[in-house]
């Protein structure tokens, strides 16, 4: 899927830290150019094309400023969307795959930065052992044919 962001003109100093809301699934940073970056939740289709949607594009903004109304004023710059593994129940897919010895760690979307020291520990344990971790036994790629999906989005901050 396409995780899009834009970036505004710049403007003088007024955001030290990232701002963001997962009510309403957007974040706000400024650059040390002064430019804010801007992003949110990624387009609704999977797609390999790294332009985002108008949608989404729109939602962004509008989220923007229902935080920040003043921002009302600036010019957008540029917009890009880079692709990013989300699997269909939001969650990764992690453990052992039928083929001896491959195993995967992957479908992470947008919230693996915040679980790789847990899904380091525990794909480490799944190796060693060859077989999963207690915490990971349900994020396997059974569950695409068990019906046993998991829904993170809560996990997430958004179901994408």
């Not at 989404?56 to 509008?62: A, P």
Request: charged share 15%.
């Amino acid at each position: 899927m396409a995780l899009q962001a834009m970036v505004s003109e710049p403007i003088k100093p007024c955001l030290d830290t990232v701002v963001l809301s997962a009510a309403i699934h957007m974040y706000v940073s400024q650059s040390d150019r002064g430019e804010l970056v801007i992003g949110g939740g990624a387009d609704a289709y999977n797609s390999y094309a790294q332009r985002g949607g108008l949608p989404v594009l729109q939602d962004n903004l509008s989220a923007l400023l229902e935080l920040f109304p003043a921002f009302s004023r600036l010019r957008l710059m540029r917009q890009w969307a880079g692709i990013v593994d989300i699997s269909p129940d939001t969650t990764p897919i992690m453990g052992k795959t039928p083929i001896d010895g491959l195993y995967i760690n992957c479908g992470w979307g947008t919230g693996g930065y915040k679980a790789i020291p847990a899904g380091g520990d525990t794909m480490a344990y799944t190796v060693a052992n060859d077989e999963p971790h207690p915490l990971i036994r349900t994020f396997g790629l059974e569950r695409f044919t068990s019906g046993a999906l998991i829904d993170e989005g809560a996990a997430a901050g958004v179901a994408h």
